[in-house]
Nanobody
Framework: QVQLVESGGGLVQAGGSLRLSCAASGILFRVYAMGWYRQAPGKQRELVASIGSDGSTKYEDSVKGRFTISRDNAKNTVILQMNSLKPEDTAVYYC?????????WGQGTQVTVSS
């Protein structure tokens, strides 16, 4: 059974930091591309950051320079370090594992940034 379990969300003031963690089980983690998506109320889910099996990274323009994605294949974990948070970063953040046409999702973790 595949599980992606996110943790680390919460309430933070603008300018603060949060560290999201996603622990994966039931997949051969090292071959999957891992990503963090977010969905704000009334908006579509969007890709925030991704990291390939080769360690290559991509970021949505609004988070470049503020967010960092990393992975630990020994621990089957992907991390999203979020710094200089803004109120517009408020959303539910979802962990994603992708391989070809196969996608798995976590249950999501709420991030709220107050102004």
């Amino acid at each position: 059974q595949v599980q992606l379990v996110e943790s680390g969300g919460g309430l933070v003031q603008a300018g603060g930091s949060l560290r999201l963690s996603c622990a994966a089980s039931g997949i051969l983690f090292r071959v999957y591309a891992m990503g963090w998506y977010r969905q704000a109320p009334g908006k579509q889910r969007e890709l925030v950051a991704s990291i390939g099996s080769d360690g290559s990274t991509k970021y949505e323009d609004s988070v470049k320079g503020r967010f960092t994605i990393s992975r630990d294949n020994a621990k089957n974990t992907v991390i999203l370090q979020m710094n200089s948070l803004k109120p517009e970063d408020t959303a539910v953040y979802y962990c994603n594992a992708a391989l070809g046409y196969t996608n798995y999702w976590g249950q999501g973790t709420q991030v709220t940034v107050s102004s």
